[in-house]
């Protein structure tokens, strides 16, 4: 009886590491239901042949990403929901929020990741899913916060091919310009048409597809990452600001924070910009009434905002200090910012797309669920 006892004792471990090794190869196949509906809250302008800037300002949560397919199909109906209302076009340029091809790093993951309270929790569960790819990540990874790098790098490849994918495909199925958000990605590239990645630091990256499909120029690069950011993100330099040719004129896009500053203004004005698109995320709940500090990326806040921080909101902050307040230091005539909604694990989202003219702009409504914001050119 002793000898069999300490036969299944010292054969323990070997049980607990095979179940462990069928755990990690065991993806379960999810079912869901997700709020597929969307309403138009701001529809400015008078239709016109020179097309439209349409915003989506999605409501996202967790379970979304369990897919790209489930992440497609939520965001085709609502540019379903555009077409319907006549805001599709050919010359139709579409604008997702910052992150939103970032959150694919959970794509094809197990329930434990979405059914996590926490992002730190999900990632932790992602990391157990790979040990093997996780330890060569760590290896190769080059930001001062290793863990995250590693996470983005040994799901890159696959994160790239999603991407591409969904977006490039939602651009062609509805015969538009799609400016699909960001993702965090190691030193992509398009090469021969197709997102490659690479052997570099993870930068924060945007890529526009046309309405064939096709990727538009190269992956636009954040110039600005803020410290949430800047552990395992690297910083792009002004120069490498592009300005793109689109059905409806030259567009230029800026990350989110690179819309604060008039280092990113100047490389565009200088290529002719016409159009400007800023996909953003801005963390945490009812943030967009709380008393702005400053913006806090490793430039600094801009010289020229300096003397309102601590006297005015965050959502006064984005009006009065990025696109709606820089677009007329530019020849172009119309740029929307379009903010992502919704609860990601434990990180909460607030803003409200705006529409920039270069003497006005406007406000989407503040209200749940999904925002359709258009603007006429």
Same mark, same amino acid.
């Given at each position: 009886m002793r000898r069999a006892f300490r036969l299944c004792l010292?054969?323990?471990? =070997?049980?607990?590491?095979?179940?462990?090794?069928g755990w990690t190869q065991w993806q379960?196949?999810?079912?869901? =239901?997700?709020?597929?509906?969307?309403?138009?809250?701001?529809n400015q302008g008078t239709p016109s042949t020179r097309g439209n800037l349409l915003g989506i300002q999605p409501e996202l949560f967790s379970t979304d990403y369990q897919s790209s397919q489930h992440l497609y199909r939520k965001l085709a109906a609502h540019l379903e929901k555009a077409r319907s209302e006549g805001l599709l076009n050919a010359r139709s340029i579409v604008i997702l929020p910052e992150h939103i091809g970032t959150w694919l790093v959970a794509a094809g993951e197990k329930p434990q990741v979405f059914a996590a309270e926490t992002v730190d929790e999900a990632m932790l569960w992602l990391a157990l899913n790979h040990p093997l790819d996780l330890l060569g990540a760590l290896i190769a990874s080059q930001g001062s916060d290793r863990l995250s790098d590693a996470l983005f790098r040994m799901k890159a490849e696959q994160m790239a091919n999603d991407y591409q994918s969904l977006f490039g495909g939602l651009a062609e199925s509805f015969g538009v310009t799609l400016v699909a958000g960001s993702i965090v990605l190691p030193e992509p590239e398009v090469v021969d048409g197709i997102l490659r990645i690479g052997d570099g630091p993870l930068y924060n990256? +945007?890529?526009?597809?046309?309405?064939?499909?096709?990727?538009?120029?190269?992956?636009?690069?954040?110039?600005?990452?803020?410290?949430?950011?800047?552990?395992?993100?690297?910083?792009?330099? +002004?120069?490498?600001?592009?300005?793109?040719? /689109?059905?409806?004129?030259?567009?230029?896009? =800026?990350?989110?924070?690179?819309?604060?500053?008039p280092d990113s203004y100047q490389p565009l004005a200088q290529a002719q910009v016409e159009l400007v698109a800023v996909p953003a995320f801005l963390t945490g709940n009812q943030h967009w009434q709380k008393p702005w500090g400053g913006y806090t990326t490793f430039a600094g806040t801009p010289k020229?905002?300096?003397?309102?921080?601590? +006297?005015i909101s965050e959502?006064?902050?984005?009006?009065?200090?990025?696109?709606?307040?820089?677009?007329?230091? /530019?020849?172009?005539?119309a740029g929307m910012t379009v903010f992502m909604r919704g609860q990601l694990w434990n990180l909460g989202s607030d803003g409200r797309?705006?529409?920039? =003219?270069?003497?006005?702009?406007?406000?989407?409504?503040?209200?749940?669920?999904?925002?359709?914001?258009?603007?006429?050119l």
């Open positions: 010292s054969l323990l471990p =070997l049980a607990l590491l095979a179940a462990y090794a379960p196949q999810s079912h869901y =239901l997700s709020d597929l509906r969307s309403s138009v809250t701001l990256v +945007s890529l526009v597809f046309g309405p064939d499909g096709a990727p538009l120029g190269q992956p636009q690069r954040k110039v600005f990452p803020i410290p949430d950011e800047t552990g395992f993100t690297a910083a792009a330099p +002004s120069a490498a600001l592009q300005v793109i040719d /689109t059905p409806a004129g030259r567009l230029g896009v =800026l990350i989110c924070a690179d819309s604060w500053y020229d905002a300096a003397t309102t921080a601590g +006297s959502g006064e902050a984005w009006q009065r200090h990025s696109l709606p307040a820089r677009l007329a230091s /530019t020849p172009a005539r797309s705006m529409l920039a =003219l270069p003497n006005q702009h406007l406000l989407a409504p503040d209200e749940p669920g999904t925002q359709l914001v258009n603007l006429w």
